[in-house]
Antibody, heavy 118, light 110 residues
Framework: QVQLVESGGGLVKPGGSLRLSCAAS????????MSWIRQAPGKGLEWVSY????????YYADSVKGRFTISRDNAKNSLYLQMNSLRAEDTAVYYC???????????WGQGTLVTVSS | SYELTQPPSVSVSPGQTARITCSGD??????AYWYQQKPGQAPVLVIY???ERPSGIPERFSGSSSGTTVTLTISGVQAEDEADYYC?????????????FGGGTKLTVL
């Protein structure tokens, strides 16, 4: 069955960096667009970034553009999110999700918590 | 980017029908999707392309669309349906897809 397992979250100071990873299994990873979606504590869902199946097409939400970088390694069935210049408002649970045609998310990981605080 | 508007909360008694609405100007042109999220868990897709139900989702979940409003209907609500529900859409008419979530609706089963 489809499994997505995030890792790499933790406590980081404002201005710091963190790299999230998502290990995928149970499907042909290289066939699918992937995405990161976040949820601040007690708040709703916010789409962060998309990457195409080959990695050639990438989109970002305006709130993270220029600070976050999404990437993937199809040989390792892994998705990544490099987060730089982190701010308090980036504090959230970050979910890795498999995208379906039509820009929706059929499968989600359990999430990893990123806390930005001094 | 455009917005999707949901009521903050809906309450129903067990066995009744719950209807959760989501409004947005782009909805007549774009599909809507619905997710269920229980406390401490990841969201789960319950409706896609306005009214399609993924495998494994109970038949009591259904979706409909009319103009700028889409509706998630849960017939014969059960206690286990108590959760937050989010609508989502994507405006792909621009140079990149603008993925948007509604603010979420907390469904309380009385």
């Amino acid at each position: 069955q489809v499994q997505l397992v995030e890792s790499g979250g933790g406590l980081v100071k404002p201005g710091g960096s963190l790299r999230l990873s998502c290990a995928a299994s149970g499907f042909t990873f290289s066939d699918y667009y992937m995405s990161w979606i976040r949820q601040a504590p007690g708040k709703g869902l916010e789409w962060v970034s998309y990457i195409s199946s080959s990695g050639s097409t990438i989109y970002y939400a305006d709130s993270v553009k220029g600070r976050f970088t999404i990437s993937r390694d199809n040989a390792k069935n892994s998705l990544y999110l490099q987060m730089n210049s982190l701010r308090a408002e980036d504090t959230a649970v970050y979910y890795c999700a498999r995208a379906s045609s039509g820009w929706y998310f059929g499968y989600w990981g359990q999430g990893t918590l990123v806390t930005v605080s001094s | 980017s455009y917005e999707l508007t949901q009521p903050p909360s809906v309450s129903v008694s067990p066995g009744q029908t719950a209807r959760i609405t989501c409004s947005g100007d782009a909805l007549p042109k774009q599909y809507a999707y619905w997710y269920q999220q229980k406390p401490g868990q990841a969201p789960v897709l319950v409706i896609y392309k306005d009214s399609e139900r993924p495998s494994g989702i109970p038949e009591r979940f259904s979706g409909s669309s009319s103009g700028t409003t889409v509706t998630l209907t849960i017939s014969g609500v059960q206690a286990e349906d108590e959760a937050d529900y989010y609508c989502q859409s994507a405006d792909s008419s621009g140079t990149y897809p603008d993925v948007v979530f509604g603010g979420g609706t907390k469904l309380t089963v009385l």
